[in-house]
């Protein structure tokens, strides 16, 4: 083998990220001149979907073969594209339809308005088990509590989602729901039992598997039942052993994004990267920084020409990009529906996935509809990025203007969770309202916004709680306190919302069992 043609099928290898709204000279000569297999797109990249698409194109044309395009699309907090796509609920939100055909539409839908953009991978859906309600960085992008509950919503959308011409994919495998810690800022580890990551957490990947599903991603989270002090992401035990061998996945593995927390302070770039590659990833994400970029592919190269690595190895790896690379080429051909006319054909159903995705837990003293009379105090939180992964990618939902509109005698205060410098809301600003609205925001993991929470309540002479992202705000609504779940805080879920506090709409969600303790 050539150097040349060496240094083109390491590139095959690899998926990066950029910066700016168009191809970066770095992405210019990573596409030309080394061959690199996929692109991974965020909002820092197209303000909507239609920029996406010319981007696609733009960088389609700088590549002399065929290449992946990936993007995070779970729905819910997870949205890399805030306008010109279809603003779709999270995981949980659609397990709340109790529907699974509901999760098969928003596959549809996901796949065609990606698929019209040039996308390729949608590196959703989550089937992680959401086995601990605190944990930091899944909640409500989980289908559910249970392997069953995952199992009966995942697979109808991720079959949907591929039918419509996308490659979907399983994250993070083996499954990460229990962790106590976000992998973007520190290392989990998980200590369940092996028996118990096996009948619960394994079983929605190997159902995925079965399948037929194109893509998994591993997790950067050390399973101490498996036997390795090693994320899985960097396990062979666990990449190979357990995902090729025992679940028998013939398709393409992807790391998460290489510079996260959890692997730059455990483990070292260059450690990540060649143990990343022997366990057996097939495509290494590296998503922001240029020079690491450079330096993983170098070092992947290196190791080839000095034996560390096999071409053996590199040679499985190119064998199942290709296949997934030739696969969009020809799906590419047969061409897709505009996306300005998808967007209108699914206005209405996914204005009807958010309405029966709202969960009104109780009203006992009829709270609602509220009054336009009434005298209320609302209490809004910031809409914060609580994680990378969300990474700014709502519009201003404007949810306080849409309440004033409709409730002259509205007081408001706001606070920015994780963050909550402002002092406790004055008491006679309290006292003085006949009823108060808390959207909390993630309040089970925010101490600081749950003694806000719980001050305010304790002062209010009604109290209404709304919990715009995770449901398990609710355990903080006493018996007497009106409790909603929006399962998310996009603009269409919020006008919705809005619709049932002021109009008293319907919200005829259900909550995953025993969310609310």
Known sequence: MTSSELRSRVGKVFMFGFQGESPSDALRHFLGDRGVGGVIVFTRNARDGAALADLVTEIRALAPEPILIAIDHEGGPVLRLSSGASQLPSAMALSATGNPDRAALAGRIAGAELAAMGVDINLAPVLDVNTNRDNPGIGCRSFGETAGDVVRFALPYLKALQEAGVSATAKHFPGKGSASLDAHFDLPYITRGEADLRSVDLEPFRQAAAAGIDCFMGSHTVYEAFGDQVPATLSRKVMTGMLREELQFPGVLITDDL????????????????SSFTAGADQLLICHEAEKQTAAMDLIEESIRSGEISEGRLDESVARVSRLQQKHAVRRQAGSAPLKELLSRHRADVDALWRDSI??????QRSLPLRRDQQVLAVFPELAELSPVDEGSGEDPALPQLMQQALPRLSSAHFTPRNI???????????????????SYNAHVDPDQTRLLQSVQKRSKRFVLVALRNPYDLRFARPEDTALASLGFRKDVLIRLSRVLLEGAGAPGRLPAGAVC
Do not use: K, N, W, Y
Request: glycine share 4%.
């Open 359 to 364: 969960c009104l837990l109780r009203d006992p």
């Open 421 to 439: 410098e402002t002092p406790a809301l004055p008491s006679d600003q309290v006292e003085a309202a006949e009823l108060t609205l808390f959207f």
């Open 259 to 274: 510079e996260m927390g959890a692997i730059r302070d455990h483990f070292g770039f260059e450690r990540a990267i060649r």
